[in-house]
T-cell receptor, first 116, second 107 residues
Framework: GAGVSQSPSNKVTEKGKDVELRCDPI?????LYWYRQSLGQGLEFLIY????????KSGLPSDRFSAERTGGSVSTLTIQRTQQEDSAVYLC??????????????FGSGTRLTVV | KNEVEQSPQNLTAQEGEFITINCSYS?????LHWLQQHPGGGIVSLFM???GKKKHGRLIATINIQEKHSSLHITASHPRDSAVYIC?????????FGPGTRLSVLP
């Protein structure tokens, strides 16, 4: 597609439920990133995928968070047993190369998650 | 000390004013990005810099690697420039984000 697509755009869930957030990067982009932005806070790195390499999961805040990227394209971020502190906007970005190189990054419009 | 700092935190300007937002960082980086986050939350990558200066329309970004400092300038500011501007440095493969500068341009 023309840009990075994320779905759903908004998600309200009850505490304790599991949620899945989807990111569809720009076709051909090998690098994919997940970030989150809590209310009033800056952007926080979560996880990074580069091609077929093992993902960099160093930013995941707890073992309730996991992500996968199937076929080097679409990525799903899963949050199990959601807590209220998980409420945030979850942003996905992709780039043609792992370093962002000369090409920069393209961000999706985000998924606003609210845990009630 | 945060790895990436920005100043000012908030900025209100009158339409037409020249605006400067500053970013300083304390880590070794391979590149620095300036991002614009619109009130609705969408993020746009404005510039990627590893040295020197870049210009796009009314926006100019500069970086001084030795001083670990970058500036984003907006000439002839307009209300549609109102947004949060975020400095993000690429440390290895990952971004480290600054706290952002909230800009409001009044008509």
């Amino acid at each position: 597609g023309a840009g990075v697509s994320q779905s759903p755009s908004n998600k309200v869930t009850e505490k304790g439920k599991d949620v899945e957030l989807r990111c569809d990067p720009i076709s051909g982009h090998t690098a994919l990133y997940w970030y989150r932005q809590s209310l009033g806070q800056g952007l926080e790195f979560l996880i990074y995928f580069q091609g077929n390499s093992a993902p960099d999961k160093s930013g995941l805040p707890s073992d309730r968070f996991s992500a996968e990227r199937t076929g080097g394209s679409v990525s799903t971020l899963t949050i199990q047993r959601t807590q209220q502190e998980d409420s945030a906007v979850y942003l996905c970005a992709s780039s043609p190369s792992g370093t962002g190189g000369s090409y920069g990054y393209t961000f999706g419009s985000g998924t606003r998650l609210t845990v009630v | 000390k945060n790895e990436v700092e920005q100043s000012p935190q908030n900025l209100t300007a009158q339409e037409g004013e020249f605006i400067t937002i500053n970013c300083s960082y304390s880590v070794g980086i391979s590149a620095l990005h300036w991002l614009q986050q619109h009130p609705g939350g969408g993020i746009v990558s404005l510039f990627m810099l590893s040295s020197g200066k870049k210009k796009h329309g009314r926006l100019i970004a500069t970086i001084n690697i030795q001083e670990k400092h970058s500036s984003l300038h907006i000439t002839a500011s307009h209300p549609r420039d109102s947004a949060v501007y975020i400095c993000a440095v690429l440390e290895g493969q990952n971004f480290v984000f600054g706290p952002g500068t909230r800009l409001s341009v009044l008509p």
